[in-house]
């Protein structure tokens, strides 16, 4: 099958197969944003997927908004990565380090000294779920604040620096995160952005932050970045009712840079809902045609649609995020058509190795049947499948000119929103992955 043969990512960079570890956030780190040793058994656990990419990884203090997220913009933080990559490649595995700002995604109480989230404008995201440090919820969103045209500049800067200490870290490569409602996400949504600036207003002033980083982080690591995309995401109260122009624009624009890959998550998901049906086409196939380089499909794929995909063309990775938490060995398993461990969900954000390094290799299953854990096929419900069709809700026309009238007359960057909901988001693989 297609999903086992190698790939040339880049000069001098080849992947055994085309089974990716997607991004996921797990929220393991130390105090001090440290990658642990945990961490470390952990991505070493995963070194034969053809590529893993890191957990999303703040570029610096102000891109935090999640518990015991581990950064890159510290000395220490850069030592503890060295030894995840170490791990990796001694296992015979290549990693890239997903590089992440949350942008209005936070709380002050992650900010230095004490500051609102930095954010394109001052509009508050609706119906998120925001955990300070202390893992005690946030049950009313501050609206950010709009972040100086300095601010902006500091921070392209910032994800140069991160993509320097990446390389020094010892990573194969670095994928920018501009997906599913953080910073960069931010400034390229409409509703997110309202500046009257440079970086606001059309489909090329929105798209300006986002290529001034890839102009940065290219000119810093030749022939090593990628970028993730969510053109149909809505995570985080993005509206992507007007998005087909925007990732027009986006995505032709990426052909003028030699990317690793571009990096595509799929619209499965809306918010922390499995959906069911949709009647969008999926990212991969619609973009295919206008992007001429390597392409990541990532949303809920099995073997079989993974395979149709790639040998219609459509991509050429196949990104899996859950099933790779809970089948370390997932190439394995799918190459031989073995079963698939199910994944717990109560374990996917912080704790320790419970649901997170002890899952089982299906060797040391066979080696020790009492290590099995339960597998998908095995759950009462029947296991969602890979092929499914989904049918996004539609917010009426009248509800999306008021939220606009709304946020056009936001002055303050200070203002409470309070949140009428209790959100449970699901954010691995297809939503917050990082």
Request: net charge negative; glycine share 6%.
């Amino acid at each position: 099958m297609k999903l086992f043969e190698p790939l040339s990512l880049a000069p001098n960079l080849t992947l055994s197969n085309r089974v990716v570890m997607a991004p996921l956030t797990r929220d393991r780190a130390d105090e001090g944003k440290i990658p642990t040793d945990l961490m470390v058994e952990y991505y070493r656990q995963r070194a034969s997927f053809g590529l893993i990419i890191t957990e999303a990884t703040p570029v610096n203090e102000a891109g935090h908004g999640y518990p015991a997220t581990p950064g890159i913009h510290t000395p220490e933080q850069i030592e503890g990565w060295k030894k995840v990559t170490a791990a990796v490649h001694e296992a015979g595995g290549k990693i890239f380090c997903q590089l992440w700002h949350c942008g209005r995604i936070s709380h002050k109480s992650y900010q230095p000294d004490g500051k609102f989230p930095p954010a394109p404008s001052p509009i508050g995201a609706r119906n998120v779920e925001i955990w300070k440090p202390d893992w005690s919820p946030v049950e009313n969103v501050v609206k950010p604040r709009q972040m100086t045209t300095d601010e902006i500049d500091f921070t392209i800067e910032d994800y140069r620096k991160a993509t320097r200490a990446a390389r020094e870290a010892g990573f194969d490569g670095v994928e920018i995160h501009g997906a599913n409602g953080y910073l960069i996400n931010q400034f390229l949504a409409e509703n997110s952005n309202k500046r009257k600036d440079e970086y606001g207003g059309s489909v090329e002033n929105r798209a300006r932050f986002l290529f001034e980083i890839l102009d940065a982080v290219t000119t810093e690591w030749p022939e090593r970045v990628a970028l993730r995309l969510s053109p149909p995401g809505t995570f985080n109260d993005i509206d992507a009712n007007k998005a087909e122009p925007l990732y027009q624009h986006v995505i032709e624009k990426l052909n003028e840079y030699d990317l690793c890959y571009l990096h595509l998550v799929e619209p499965r998901m809306f918010g922390n809902y499995d959906l069911s049906t949709y009647d969008l086409p999926l990212s991969s196939k619609t973009w295919r045609p206008i992007f001429k380089g390597t392409l990541i499909s990532s949303g809920g794929h099995l073997a079989e649609s993974a395979n149709v995909l790639l040998n219609h063309a459509q991509a050429d990775l196949i990104a899996f995020g859950r099933l790779a938490i809970s089948n370390p060995d997932l190439p394995h398993r799918l190459q031989t058509d073995a079963p698939l461990t199910d994944y717990d969900r109560a374990t996917f954000y912080g704790g320790d190795e419970k649901g997170y390094t002890d899952y089982p290799t299906m060797a040391q299953v066979e080696a020790d049947p009492s290590l099995k854990k339960p597998y998908l096929h095995e759950r009462e419900e029947e296991a969602p499948s890979a092929a499914e069709v989904v049918t996004l809700p539609e917010v009426a026309e009248e509800e999306n000119l008021a939220l606009e009238a709304e946020e056009t007359e936001i002055k303050s960057a200070e203002v409470i929103i309070e949140t009428s909901a209790t959100p449970t988001i699901e954010v691995i693989d297809e939503t917050k992955t990082h």
